[in-house]
């Protein structure tokens, strides 16, 4: 069985505000993030994308080299980099708004990523600004389709829902629901699904969600974590408290975390060979606890640090 993962999507720029009103250019992307969680756990991750050569892209790739991630699928182009303008309030919490037109990220093909179905990994990963930007996000889609209709890799969507992105609500909506039928595990904000329905209306769409055997975790920030499975809330984890720096990447980190945590338990791909629903149906209530507990401990880690600087296994003593 496969142990492979592979997370597609953006690799950007963050320019991040500063207290004296200036600009400081982070290496980011949610995506990119999760594989970065990811590697540093020791998981075997692939991150297939778009990046630029300019000099930003550059940079983008300097990040990525270091770091223990299967990089041989990445597209080299001259469109420029994406960049995403992160303004931060008060608490450390940051906003979006973003340059993407004609950028580097938004351009990958079915061609681009057939090679992933062929080799079946144990999971992938899609979501985030890559998921909702045509012409790549249709790919992505499709592959995703054809992976869960084949039956042995765990389909893993993660939101990240961009308000400063400009799309409209009910547009986005509608993909949304589009995309997630074709995902085993859901991962969305408490503030990503409330921008498309309802602050109200929280519980009531995970719950939904999980029906058709999907799991559905909802990270809540300080509140912690909760897990929804065929259409219940199962279980709720706190979030440990921390002395908060900023959250950018805070939820990719705890994404790959518990990627790493279920991989852990055998609960990714076909598992005994009945399919990904089946696998992720063999969990506990407190596995899965203990799955989520060490995603929002990773997620807290990465609170505590500037940027997206998830800790590594040995950091964790694992």
Not at 133 to 144: R, S, V
Not at 269 to 298: C, I, N
Request: glycine share 10%; proline share 4%.
């Amino acid at each position: 069985m496969s142990q492979h993962i592979v997370v597609v999507g953006e690799a950007l720029i963050d320019l991040i505000q500063q207290p004296d009103g200036s600009y400081q250019a982070k290496t980011g992307g949610a995506p990119a993030n999760v594989c970065i969680a990811l590697a540093r756990l020791g998981t075997d991750v692939t991150f297939v994308a778009r990046m630029s050569v300019d000099a930003f892209g550059v940079k983008l790739h300097d990040w990525l080299a270091p770091e223990s991630i299967n990089l041989a699928h990445l597209i080299r182009t001259s469109d420029p980099t994406t960049l995403a303008i992160a303004t931060l309030d008060d608490h450390g919490k940051a906003s979006y708004s973003f340059y993407i037109t004609g950028t580097a990220d938004w351009g990958l093909t079915d061609l681009d990523l057939a090679d992933i179905v062929t080799k079946s990994p144990a999971a992938f990963v899609m979501g985030s600004v890559a998921l909702a930007i045509e012409p790549g996000a249709q790919a992505i889609e499709h592959t995703a389709t054809r992976l869960h209709e084949q039956g042995t890799t765990t389909v893993v969507i993660d939101l990240n829902i961009r308000p400063g992105l400009g799309f409209d609500r009910d547009a986005e909506r509608e993909r949304v629901e589009r995309q997630i039928t074709v995902a085993h595990i859901v991962k969305a904000s408490d503030e990503d699904i409330a921008w498309l329905y309802s602050p109200d209306l929280v519980d009531a769409t995970a719950a939904l969600w999980s029906r058709e055997g999907r799991a559905v975790i909802v990270t809540r920030g300080s509140a912690g974590a909760s897990l929804y499975l065929d259409g219940n809330r199962v279980t709720d984890v706190p979030a440990p408290v921390i002395e908060l720096v900023d959250t950018v990447g805070a939820g990719d980190s705890f994404l790959g975390a518990t990627l790493f945590g279920l991989q852990e338990r055998g609960a990714l791909g076909a598992g005994t060979g009945d399919g990904p629903v089946s696998a992720l149906r063999s969990l506990t209530t407190d596995e899965w606890t203990a799955v989520l507990s060490l995603a929002a401990h990773v997620g807290a880690i990465t609170c505590s640090r500037a940027g997206c600087n998830p800790p590594t296994r040995s950091e964790l003593e694992l």
